[in-house]
């Protein structure tokens, strides 16, 4: 996972912010625009941030878009069908 974090909010000195677990927990849908991504399977040498275990990590993602598709574009795309 890489998302963009141009404020730096987690101080790395990085524009990019990096979740480099491949064993994601959970994902849960909060909200139309926003996920919870958690990591708590985090053992010594498991290739994550360091050589130690780490704590377990929830991440809050506002997504640019809603999840849930907007009826007009259904309703655009079904009269496109028809042409």
């Excluded at 909010?9 to 909060?30: A, K, M, R």
């Excluded at 958690?38 to 993602?61: K, Q, W």
């Amino acid at each position: 996972m890489a998302l963009a974090d141009p404020h730096d909010l987690n101080g790395d000195g990085s524009q990019v912010f990096t979740f480099p677990y491949t064993t994601i927990e959970n994902v849960l849908v909060l909200d139309s625009r926003t996920l919870l991504v958690v990591n708590d399977n985090n053992f010594p040498y498991g290739g994550g941030r360091a050589l130690a275990s780490d704590n377990t990590e929830f991440l809050r993602i506002r997504l640019p878009v809603s999840l849930i598709p907007d009826e007009r574009d259904e309703r655009d795309d079904r009269d496109r069908d028809d042409d």
